[in-house]
């Protein structure tokens, strides 16, 4: 079967129907549960909110966008970015309002300078084709004062099982670039299945000091990780002891922080500068 694809076909066109294939598992398995309220809880812990602009993005948003309808539903004036044709059709019925829902990349935003107060970048940044200009779109369009925030892959995370959410692969993250870059090329060509049929694999894989410094690298000035800014009673740290215990120790200790980020370093909040 994988020998005979590319009869009569160029092998650039990748596998058949991959996009129409990623749409279709997108809708299926893409919650509709967001932990934007959680996100945005953290971000009012950093800054004051309530006084500014009450514009966000949210890049890569899917075919079932519930992060975009929960920040309109908290009072923002919030947009979705789509890459992927199928999925800013699927958005915008989930939606109800084609206005909410832009197509367009990570790396050209179609949004004017300086318009939001607060761009999300969750689950993308590791599938886009340059982390480099889409950190710098998101920079460009935030305003002064504005946050970014990502959660992305974790090249260092430790897990016993070995399990990720990007390849069904065990330990992927740890895998030298070369066999990543190979597992991605035969996902694109011959088996889709290796990464849940999405026509743009993770190819990216980051440390927290790795996204800082991506992040200095387009104007960025300031960096902040959820054992930074979660409330001990916040529901997800109310769930476990460890992480209870983690936060109270770490927020002082550079070491500990340093030891905790091995873990915990996907999500990142990145401040740009409030000019005078």
């Not at 990748?14 to 598992?25: Q, R």
């Not at 899917?62 to 059709?89: H, Q, R, T, Y």
């Not at 935030?142 to 990502?150: F, N, W």
């Not at 000091?209 to 109310?238: H, M, N, P, W």
Request: positive net charge; hydrophobic residues 40%.
């Amino acid at each position: 079967m994988m020998k005979n694809l590319y009869n009569g076909r160029c092998l650039s066109e990748g596998y058949p129907d991959l996009e129409k294939l990623g749409v279709e598992y997108f809708k299926q398995h893409q919650g509709t549960i967001s932990r934007i309220s959680e996100i945005v809880a953290c971000i009012n812990r950093l800054l004051d909110i309530s006084k500014g602009l009450n514009t966000a993005c949210v890049i890569g948003c899917g075919p079932n966008p519930s992060s975009v309808k929960d920040l309109l539903e908290m009072g923002f004036n919030a947009v979705g970015i789509e890459p992927v044709s199928g999925s800013a059709e699927a958005a915008a019925f989930f939606l109800g309002d084609s206005s909410r829902i832009i197509h367009a990349s990570a790396e050209q935003l179609l949004l004017p300078d300086n318009s939001q107060r607060i761009v999300f970048l969750e689950s993308v940044l590791e599938h886009v084709d340059s982390p480099v200009k889409s950190l710098s779109e998101a920079y460009r369009v935030l305003a002064p004062g504005g946050v970014l925030y990502i959660y992305t892959t974790n090249k260092i995370r430790v897990s016993l099982t070995g399990r990720n959410d990007e390849f069904n692969v065990r330990f992927y993250n740890w895998f030298p670039s070369l066999i990543k870059e190979s597992y991605v090329f035969m996902h694109l060509h011959f088996n889709p299945k290796l990464a849940n049929f999405t026509p743009r694999p993770a190819v990216h894989w980051f440390t927290y000091s790795e996204l800082c410094k991506l992040g200095r690298s387009v104007g960025f000035a300031q960096f902040y990780s959820l054992l930074d800014l979660l409330d001990t009673d916040s529901e997800s740290i109310r769930k476990s002891m460890f992480r209870k215990f983690l936060l109270k120790k770490v927020r002082y200790n550079p070491w500990l922080r340093a030891l905790s980020l091995v873990q915990f370093g996907s999500s990142i909040f990145m401040l740009k500068r409030n000019v005078p």
